[in-house]
Each structure stands twice: as structure tokens, then as C-alpha cells.
């Protein structure tokens, strides 16, 4: 299993999709924030590194322990990375502010855009290629059989 997760691939799709899906929501609270678009100032570079570690911080677990559960099953499908870091984005927020109300769960809707983003990104740098040691290391199995 350790070989499962040092593998480059996947830690560098993870790095991408947390620092792909950071953006997207420092943008989102920028936006919302002013009403509209407006010019980006540095303090944006901070408060962006700040939301890349918070993302990181809560979300490695679940999301390795949803990616050796993939990779065992050779999930190639886009669908299912993006409903699972949409579905993660949506439940952190109630669980950052340890409230589950009505208005907490409207306001983690804003997560969603950067849970979606950060499915694709992981997909595409690493999840479709999900389970292909597994039909290398039995194709291997054949030809010395």
C-alpha cells in the first residue's frame, strides 16, 4: 500500500487540485467579497497561500484514503472524483464552524466550485490513469507465464 501512495502521479495530482482549487475559491471570496470584479492587490498572494494550507490541512485524509480506495478499484471516470471533492467541499465548511444550520449550509455552497475543479484537476493529472499498474503488473504475469 505504501507503493500505492508515493507514487508521483498521485501526489503531484493532489498538489495540483488543492492549489488549482484554492484559487478558484480565493477568486470566489474575492468576488464576493466586492460585489463584482475588481483589481487584485498582493494581500491576495497571502490570503491564497492561507486557503492552500486549510485546504491541504483538511482534506489529505479523505482524500487518501478515497484515492487508494479508487486506484484499488481502477475508477478512470472523471464523475466520480468530481462528486467526491464537490460532495468534500460542500461537508468541510459545517465542519470548520462545527454548526449545522441552515444558513452554515448555504454558505458552504461556495466550496462546491472549487470542489468541482479541484475532481477535474485530480482526474485529469492522475485519476485516469487509476488501476493501470494493476493490468501492467498482470500483463507482466502472461508474458512470463
Not at 482549487?21 to 464576493?32: A, E, Q
Not at 466520480?80 to 465542519?95: A, H, I
Not at 501492467?136 to 502472461?142: A, G, H, L, P, S
Amino acid at each position: 500500500m505504501k507503493r500505492l501512495l508515493f507514487r508521483r502521479r498521485i501526489i503531484l495530482g493532489y498538489f495540483y487540485s488543492v492549489l488549482c482549487s484554492s484559487l478558484v475559491f480565493t477568486l470566489t471570496l474575492n468576488f464576493l467579497d466586492t460585489g463584482g470584479p475588481r483589481e487584485l492587490d498582493s494581500s491576495i498572494v497571502i490570503i491564497y497561500a492561507f486557503i492552500s494550507i486549510l485546504i491541504f490541512m483538511y482534506t489529505v485524509l479523505p482524500s487518501v484514503f478515497y484515492i487508494m480506495v479508487c486506484e484499488a478499484s481502477a475508477r478512470q471516470n472523471v464523475l466520480y472524483y468530481v462528486v467526491f471533492s464537490s460532495g468534500l467541499g460542500y461537508l468541510l465548511f459545517p465542519l470548520l464552524t462545527q454548526r449545522l444550520d441552515q444558513e452554515t449550509l448555504t454558505q458552504s455552497l461556495f466550496l462546491v466550485p472549487a470542489g468541482i475543479v479541484a475532481g477535474g484537476i485530480y482526474w485529469f493529472f492522475s485519476g485516469r490513469f487509476a488501476g493501470e499498474n494493476k493490468t501492467d503488473d498482470k500483463e507482466q504475469i502472461k508474458t512470463f507465464e
